[in-house]
Every structure is written in structure tokens, then in C-alpha cells.
């Protein structure tokens, strides 16, 4: 079976994309496309799994995959290229394996790595379209710009709780800069390890930005370029919106200020700080395998606050405090205690004579990072409750709700 230029699939490769070869905007010769095509996925998450997944499945033929984030149970509910057997290992080995294993037609590239200003042009550079599926506003917008910079299309989405968004940015046609000229204050974007999300709808959004993806590689039908999606999920309504490139724009105009994103502070842009490469605060594989030993069970905890046995520290943010807290605790948020971890300063005595501290946040994930760093800091005893609030709450632990004096 040849296109009209001669060019031949496999029967294996007939077998396999059979099904879409029936269809018009594919075909042999849109097969042939997609099998010599490189898409870039950003982020092996909640929206990178569903999308390089459709990817792979659909033989686009060079994937690559950036993640430096190692696979955690907590985030297996929406991130399905990941399986529990993968705990603790890196991300993008765990990925490439598993897509190599759905298809062998295809190659997977590896990037285990952040995004930074310093390798973000030399990692999209030999890849035709580029897929975000990081859940940060500074690595956003410095794919943004890499991308503008590049000529590069890139298929943006969010999500968080029961809300997706996703545009498509095409060279010549704005950008998220011209969209959003700024991230959300923290307050206004939680992330979703502080507020939750539901995990079918990154599956979602995911799965829609695979779909961009194939149209933008086929030139089949009509893109979201120059039009905002906005899904909810909880009531399941789409609303589209169109909007303009911003003639201003500081990435995307004809004289664009940004021309070199090593020159930007992408920190600075606001949001989560930017995950690095070299970054001490990040966990290594040792807190993976030992997590388990560091973790308390909310039954022993309460038996321990009845001995007056432990002291318990609230690793929230103060917004999450004063929705709902555990009576008798200290507040010390995560990111205070990495901002002191990071400059070398003393953390405050956090329990009066040595007993046991146990940290909590809303589910045990940031209270296992913040244990991580106490027992560096010599807080052998620092611990981190399993299930956190969540947990606490399973087992009718005593609750001050809508209190913010601590
Ligand atoms: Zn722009």
C-alpha cells in the first residue's frame, strides 16, 4: 500500500493504524506524516500521560518527554503512563518504557531534566510541535517564550479541581503572553497538591491537546489558535472564547522586548518557584525508598497526643490553616521552611523537650517533603502524617474549622 509518491507502510504498520487510515485527514500519506514527525511533551503528568499515550498510540514517531520528578503514588490517580510498580523511579524512564512498550514503531527521547532558560531552546529545537504538561506558571511561560522564539507550536492546558482550559499558540498568532500578559497570584492559582483534582479531567484535557496536536501534524480541521477553552467538568459545560494577538506583546510582537529567555527572571513572573535541576531542596531517591519509616499513621499520632507525647506543625499555607486545622499545632509553612533550609538559617525549636514532631499537610505529601528536610536540618525525629488531614479526618481526629488565630 503506497501514497501517491511511493511511499510504503509496513503490513504490520497497515495493521496497526488501520483504523485511522480510513480516515480522510489520514490516510498513507498522513501516516507517513506522523511517523516522521517529533512532538515534545513538557511535564509526564496528569496531562502529559494521556497526551503522549495518544501520541505513541497514534505513531507519531519521535516522542520526547521532559520530566526530572520521579513517580509517586499520590499523583498515580491522574497520571496513567505511570504504575504503581514505578514508585520512586524517574519519570521519564518510567515513560519511555511504557510507550516504547504500547508502540515499538516508535522512538522515545528521554529528557530526564527541568525546563530552565539555559537548555529550554536546545531541548525544543529538533521537535516539531510542542506539548506543555507542566502544572507551574513560571515553566509556562518560559515554554511560552522558548516556543514564540523558536516557531514552534505549542498546545497549552491547565487544569485544576474540575476546571481545564487549553489554547493552541501558533507561530505568527499570538501567544499565552498575549493571553494572559501575567500569571495568577498564587492565591488566585493554588496548585493542585493544595487544593485537589478530579483525576479523569487532565484526562481529559490531556487527550484534547493529543488531538491538537494530530490536526496541527496532519493541516486537518480547525485548531484552538486564537481561541480559550474552558471546561468544567463538575457540570459539564464547554465554553470557547476568541481572542487577538497582542500587537505589544513582549515575546510575540514584530519587535518583541524578550529575544533570548536566559535573559528573563521567569521566578519573578510570580506563581511556584521553578523546579531546578540542581535544586538541594529536591527530594533524592533515598526519600523515596524510606519515605514509609517517616511516615506516622493518624491512629498513632492521636494515642501520642493524648501521652502529650509529640508536637504537631501545620505545613500549609495560612489560607489553608484558617479553613481547618488540627487544635494544639504550630504553623510553618513548606515554603518558609525551604526558604530557611535553602539560605542556611535556623529552623525555630519546634518541640519543647525532644519529643517527636509530626508535620501535616491536607493529604501527607508536603508534610513528607518537609520531614525530608527537617532530618537533614538533625530533626531525627521528624515525622509526617500519613494521609494528612485527609487522614485525620478517616479516623474522626478533633478539627478547628474557620479559626485563623494559631
Ligand atoms: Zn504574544
Not at 5 to 13: A, F, I, M, V
Not at 134 to 140: G, K, L, V, Y
Not at 234 to 257: E, G, I, M, Q
Not at 397 to 403: A, F, N, Y
Request: hydrophobic share 35%; net charge negative.
Amino acid at each position: 500500500m503506497a501514497d501517491s509518491e511511493g511511499r510504503k507502510l509496513s503490513d504490520e504498520q497497515i495493521r496497526r493504524y488501520s483504523r485511522q487510515l480510513l480516515l480522510d485527514e489520514v490516510g498513507i500519506a498522513g501516516q507517513q506524516r506522523l511517523l516522521q514527525s517529533r512532538v515534545l511533551v513538557v511535564g509526564i503528568g496528569g496531562l502529559g500521560s494521556p497526551a503522549a499515550i495518544y501520541l505513541a498510540a497514534a505513531g507519531v514517531g519521535t516522542i520526547g518527554v521532559v520530566d526530572a520528578d520521579r513517580v509517586e503514588t499520590w499523583n498515580l490517580h491522574r497520571q496513567i503512563l505511570h504504575f504503581d510498580t514505578d514508585e520512586g523511579r524517574r519519570k521519564t524512564r518510567s515513560a519511555g518504557e511504557h510507550l516504547r512498550a504500547l508502540n515499538p514503531d516508535i522512538r522515545v527521547e528521554e529528557h530526564d531534566t527541568y525546563l530552565s532558560p539555559a537548555n529550554a531552546a536546545d531541548i525544543i529545537r529538533p521537535y516539531h510541535v510542542v506539548v506543555n504538561g507542566c502544572d507551574n506558571f513560571p515553566t509556562r511561560y518560559l515554554l511560552n517564550d522558548a516556543c514564540v522564539l523558536a516557531h514552534k507550536p505549542l498546545v497549552d492546558a491547565g487544569v485544576l479541581q474540575f476546571h481545564g482550559q487549553a489554547s493552541t499558540f501558533k507561530p505568527g498568532h499570538g501567544c499565552l503572553r498575549c493571553l494572559f500578559p501575567v500569571p495568577p497570584p498564587p492565591e488566585a492559582a493554588p496548585s493542585c497538591s493544595a487544593v485537589g483534582v478530579l483525576g479523569a479531567l487532565p484526562g481529559q484535557m490531556g487527550t484534547l491537546q493529543a488531538t491538537e496536536t494530530l490536526k496541527i501534524l496532519l493541516g486537518a480541521g480547525t485548531t484552538l489558535t486564537n481561541r480559550f477553552l474552558l471546561y468544567d467538568g463538575l457540570n459539564c459545560t464547554y465554553h470557547s472564547f476568541d481572542w487577538d494577538r497582542d500587537p505589544n506583546c513582549p515575546v510575540c510582537a514584530d519587535n518583541p522586548k524578550i529575544t533570548d529567555v536566559t535573559s528573563v527572571n521567569y521566578e519573578k513572573l510570580g506563581g511556584a518557584p521553578m523546579p531546578t535541576d540542581n535544586d538541594p531542596l529536591t527530594p533524592p531517591h533515598e526519600f523515596y525508598a524510606r519515605r514509609r519509616e517517616w511516615e506516622v499513621n493518624p491512629e498513632d499520632v492521636r494515642g501520642w497526643i493524648e501521652q502529650n507525647q509529640c508536637s504537631l506543625v501545620d505545613v500549609r499555607t495560612a489560607e489553608e490553616r484558617h479553613a481547618s486545622r488540627i487544635p494544639e499545632s504550630l504553623a510553618l509553612p513548606l515554603a518558609q521552611l525551604r526558604q530557611k533550609y535553602a539560605q542556611g538559617q535556623a529552623v525555630r525549636q519546634l518541640s519543647e523537650t525532644g519529643e517527636p514532631v509530626v508535620l501535616y499537610c491536607q493529604v501527607g505529601e508536603r508534610s513528607a517533603a518537609a520531614a525530608y528536610l527537617l532530618r537533614r536540618l538533625g530533626y531525627t525525629e521528624a515525622h509526617s502524617l500519613r494521609g494528612g488531614m485527609l487522614g485525620w479526618s478517616n479516623v474522626g481526629g478533633d478539627l478547628i474549622k474557620g479559626d485563623d488565630s494559631s
